[in-house]
């Protein structure tokens, strides 16, 4: 987030700027611009067990894939000469004014695609003026992340842990750390059926990755054993991590804990929005998380529509799962969404040059929207409205 008002930030100018003239100059870029490219380069460089951890989805992939189809059965409609020469991408949430209608997703145990994990990941965020949401199940604590990000925006990802003191504990930390939102994740009662993970028998949090919020959390490390080295601490992690006998009527405990805006994240069906709503939440994320839980689902797009049309216009909807150019978010807004959440591509860029391949890939989403805007005539975001699209296939006249 910036102080600046109005039209785009120099920062996003700076940046569309400097991937033209780079092609002028003649000068490549180290990663490729086309972000649908990123993937097979990291899976180049990355352990085949890493890779399958990050690109994998549940099942066989059914609902992976759908996620794509979806984006792909939309097209935009451009209007002309409408006047596009300053393009101001900024929107607000909860009072809070984001630069674009960009967040990084909570993505778990980051340190498998980088040594350095969030932190590089959360330092990419600041520097490009995009909100960073840390996972529960992060390599580096949440206070460290929150050092990195210095004064720039994060969100805390919660996976409610089955210890009430556990729970309690990490909300009540999220916001001495400084944390501007909570999104409570509602899609994994259970780890999705992955094979990808069962069969190269690859699960991070044994490994030492992503249980750095636990370890750090003194309600959590009361119920250790005293002689418990790091396998007992992952042990005691995977009995207490998850939480499936959760229910609507648990959202108020929370709500009780923090006067955070919250946000459920995993919504598909519309009545899941309302009853979220209803149960003390501030928002939602339409999510069927990047196609890792169910297979078989429906995909993340093709429900957005019927989730703002349950909540009205004024209710905060974020979506994500399947977005991967500066052309989908547009689409994304288009079909009722207020912000989308980027989640592979950027853990493709991590895993390819650290801190700097974050940033490459956030520079290049921000300038291919901020393109998109102009090349379908609008000015603002707020331009940005359901007749922009249309589904493939002729225009019925
Ligand atoms: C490797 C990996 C780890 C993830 N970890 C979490 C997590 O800890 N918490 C969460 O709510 N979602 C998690 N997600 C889901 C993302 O937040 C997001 O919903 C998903 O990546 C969107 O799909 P896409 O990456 O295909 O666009 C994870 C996704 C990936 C790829
Ligand atoms: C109950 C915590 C499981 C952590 C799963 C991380 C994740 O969301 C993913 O791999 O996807």
């Known amino acids: 987030m910036s102080e600046q008002t109005g039209a785009p930030g120099a920062a996003r100018a700076e940046l569309v700027r400097q991937i033209y003239l780079a092609g002028i100059s003649g000068h490549k870029p180290e990663l490729s611009t086309d972000l649908t490219s990123l993937e097979e380069a990291a899976r180049a460089v990355l352990e085949p067990h890493a890779y399958a951890y990050i690109a994998g989805n549940a099942g066989t992939g059914t609902t992976g894939r759908a996620n794509r189809e979806a984006f792909e059965r939309w097209r935009l409609l451009p209007r002309m000469w409408t006047g596009v020469s300053e393009r101001d991408l900024s929107v607000t949430l909860f009072g ?199 297979d078989g689902g429906v995909a993340a797009l093709d429900v957005l529509p019927a989730v703002r049309a349950a909540l009205g216009p004024d209710v905060p909807v974020l979506m994500d799962s399947g977005v991967r150019t500066g052309t989908d978010v547009v689409k994304a807004l288009a079909l009722g969404a207020d912000a989308i959440l980027l989640g592979r591509p950027y853990l493709y860029g991590l895993a390819l040059a650290g801190q700097a391949g974050v940033e490459h890939v956030l520079r290049c989403l921000l300038a291919d929207l901020d393109l998109a805007l102009a090349l379908t005539g609008s000015r603002s975001v707020a331009d940005i409205t359901r007749d922009l699209v249309v589904p493939s296939g002729p225009l019925a006249p």
């Open 96 to 294: 809070q004014r984001l630069d674009a209608p960009v967040l990084l997703a909570p993505v778990a145990a980051q340190t498998v695609a980088h040594p350095e994990g969030e932190l590089a990941s959360v330092r990419a965020a600041a520097d490009v003026g995009l909100p960073f949401v840390l996972s529960s199940v992060s390599s580096h604590s949440m206070e460290d992340v929150a050092k990195a990000a210095g004064s720039e925006p994060r969100w805390y990802q919660l996976y409610w842990p089955n210890d009430p003191a556990v729970a309690e504990s990490l909300v009540r930390r999220v916001e001495s750390a400084g944390y501007a939102a909570i999104v409570v994740t509602v899609d994994n009662p259970a780890f999705g059926y992955r094979p990808c993970d069962m069969d190269t028998a690859y699960i991070p949090f044994v490994h030492g990755h992503g249980i750095a919020n636990f370890t750090s959390d003194p309600a959590f490390r009361a119920g250790l054993p005293e002689d418990g080295g790091p396998l007992a601490a992952a042990g005691h992690w995977a009995k207490i991590s998850s939480n499936p006998a959760l229910t609507w009527d648990d959202l108020p405990r929370l709500r009780s804990w923090t006067t955070l805006p919250i946000l459920i994240k995993g919504i598909q069906h519309p009545d899941d929005a309302r009853k979220a709503l209803a149960s003390g939440a501030n928002g939602v994320v339409v999510s069927n998380h990047g196609g890792r839980q169910l």
